[in-house]
């Protein structure tokens, strides 16, 4: 069985379209963001969140009035939301920084807003998580978080370079540094918080996305080591062909995973598998349409051979269109 | 060849049974994160400025005492943790200052002394020393009041870019507050001798000295208190230079006082009781402040010379006392802590995510096997066994270092399913490829494991080096996140290349085959 069987799709053809299609994602991402800001979660922006537990679950509508009466300062920036499996009667409340959230104050908005709950009579309930954090660690987390981005995309370029050419290296990051933007573009989109788990989904795609990209660059330097002087524009092309079903498959049983992860995993880890559907969607997108396009605009060989093109006649006689072997 | 198949597999066999052996029965043999288990996590900050001020005024008070003895008169201020100042040195007198002030410039860099003006600031590396140690004596205070606590498995770690910062963890437990009080207070215990007081004002202390307070003395508050009746603030003067303080301490155990009241006693070590017993017996008739963390807790009179034992009194709860008694034991804290996080997790909370976790992965596991196997067939057969060492592989190697599975380190077990077959896929489609171009079925089988190794390795490298920076950056349930996939990419490595192959060789030389289903 095969998705593609001698797939000769002209991708370099479609660069510019692909191109163009990524830039108005990440620009419309960012004006989201410059609109309407990035949601920081709790470790990122400071502040405190309470997680409570009712054996009968309450509307947000009466939350928030319970709030809006009984928790000093009124509910007005306090964010509440049901968390977790709706059946499970549990609720999210939310509180900006104060500037308080240190030394012996920093559970105080806390505990005022337990305080405001019992006092509203909306029945029995549990607190059974808190997060509090105060400014230093959000700023702390934010310079790190940015920082092992950086470090870990010039980490794998060094590689890329040693293995490869400096011109396969800038590829890869190109193709990294938009996924990165893509995903990012949807998470404002999509309104989720940016949280620790994000920024590990975020980093762990700099790693996926980066996968796709030197498996083709893996073909194309073995193409281009044939005998035949292609232009570099055909090898590439005839390299994302040739695996491109294996692109497809991988890409196709990773999302499997993270949609499960998504459906099943829980609250905690829904942002975290939002972000993976995103970036290996993108990954593999980027890795056919941007990566190799990058390498053909950075590499451009001298005059081109007249070819006879390898769409007749393959770079290898191994991609000739042949029988299936049927299992026995 | 079949001699190299049944050391292939022995070497497999071996391998994985191991990994069984070591994650059977898995509530015991694989450690649960905090977000799993439930528990307290805390950061706090050492304000390390604190040590560093001690340090410029012990060498401040040295300096004025050989100053005082050379007749030197001027003035003194300390104007930041890590600088004083010397200010007034007569021109006549300059010569005599700088040779006495030499043996303050082991540690101290002095300016140039314009206008009979000194200023003394700390060297760098001692700087350096000296906060380092102090979140190292924090840390050690911590642990100890941690392990009498009697938590299970708690961890205290150094993090933040400064090197300031210490986490907190403590599993199972609930009463957060508790756990903070311990971990913050002081417990730094002086015995000083009181000069006058109580008074219920400073103003009141100070009137017989015109309101200014004598250089070798210092006021401190107090709490007066009398079994039922309101606590009430009265002050004291006393000596600035303690008798004796917490370091010369033994041991501390809760008691009960004269009243029946909760108190703490303690007793003292050798060379504290040679201080103790020569202090109280000059001084028979006078009281002794007991101060704790800069407050007063009791002044009892000293009825005789007393050795080596002590009561500290006061309005304790037994709790207290308890609390108290076991902060004193485990030793002062060097620096004031600040907090800067608190994460509680409940424990259904815990056991929420652990049940979702497990629903996730298996769903992504019945997903995955479902469409290796009808795509690839028999061939998907091999990769859903590879898929299997994989992942017992990962949780075996987990469980023999001994790390901490978390919640996000569940999102990298289910990652590492999708992403594991990635290097099946790879080499199938190879095959498939070299089949297409009309090779053998073992030279095809052959050519798609060697070509491939080569792509995998890259992809597998650059995927660590990622794995890498995110295990630098994290935290906790990060890291977590950060060995499982580490783990993961090193097995997969292993079970996408060796155990399949392996596989492939089995069915290949039973049936000498001429064809494979893939």
Known sequence: MQIFKNPNFNFVKYRWHALVLSWVIVLSGLAAVAVKGIPLGVEFSGGSAIIVDFTQRPSIEQVRRALDRYFPGGGQNVVVQSYGQPSLGQIMVRVPRTGKEQGTALSETADAVVNALKQSNLGQFTVIGTEIVGPVVGRDLTQKGILATLLSLAGILVYIAFRFQLSFAVGAIVASVHDLLVTMAFLAFFRYDLSLNVIAAILTLTGYSMNDTIVIFDRVRENLRGVRRDSLNEVVNVSVNQTLNRTIITGGTTLLSVIALFLFGGEVLRGFAFTMIVGVITGTYSSVFIAAAIVTFWRRRAPRTPVVAAVTQPVRAKAKPARKVRAS | MANDIRWRVLLIVVLVGSCVWAIIPPDKKIRLGLDLKGGVHLVLRVNTDDALRLETETTMERLREDLDKAGVT????????????????????????????????????????AGGTYTFTIKPNLEVTLRNDAVTQALQTIERRINELGVTEPMVAKQGSEGDQLMVQLPGVTDVQRAKD??????????????????????????????????????????????????????????????????????????????????????????????????????????????????????????????????????????????????????????????????????????????????????????????????????????????????????????????????????????????GVD??????????????AQRGVRASINAGFSRVFVTLLDTHISALISAAFLFQFGTGPIRGFATTLTFGLISNLFTATFVSRTLFMMVLQRRQAQTVSI
Request: charged share 15%.
């Open chain 2, 423 to 436: 290097s099946n896929v790879l080499i199938f489609e190879r095959i498939k490829e070299e089949l297409a």
């Open chain 2, 182 to 419: 311990i971990i913050h207070s002081t417990a730094l215990l002086e015995l000083k001798l009181v000069e006058t007081g109580p008074a219920p004002t400073r103003d009141a202390l100070l009137q017989p000295y015109k309101g200014v307070v004598p250089p070798n003395l210092e006021v401190l508050p107090g709490v007066e208190a009398r079994p039922g009746e309101r606590a009430e603030t009265v002050y004291w003067l006393v000596r600035k230079v303690p008798v004796v303080t917490g370091r010369d301490l033994r041991n501390a155990k809760p008691t009960v006082d004269e009243y029946n009241q909760p108190a703490v006693s303690f007793s003292l070590n050798n060379q504290g009781a040679a201080k103790f017993s020569k202090a109280t017996g000059e001084n028979v008739g006078r009281q002794l402040a007991i101060v704790l963390d800069s407050q007063v807790r009791s002044a009892p009179r000293i009825e005789s010379r007393i050795s080596d034992e002590g009561r500290i009194t006061g309005n304790f709860t037994q709790q207290e006392a308890q609390d108290l008694s076991l902060v004193l034991r485990s030793g002062a804290l060097p620096a004031s802590l600040t907090y800067l996080e608190e994460r509680t997790i409940g424990p259904t909370l815990g056991a929420d995510s652990i049940r979702s976790g497990i629903m996730a992965a298996l769903v992504s596991l019945a997903l995955v096997m479902g469409f290796m196997l009808f795509y690839y067939k028999l061939a998907g057969i091999n990769s859903v066994v590879a898929l299997f060492f994989n992942l017992i592989i990962l949780l075996g190697a987990m469980s023999y270092i001994g790390a901490t599975m978390t919640l996000p380190g569940i999102a990298g077990f289910v990652l590492t399913m999708g992403v």
């Open chain 2, 74 to 113: 001027v003035n003194y201020n300390v104007i930041s943790p890590t600088e004083f100042q010397v200010t007034g040195v007569q021109p006549a007198q300059e010569a005599l200052f700088r040779s006495t002030a030499a043996a303050v410039e082991v540690n101290y860099n002095r300016g140039s002394g």
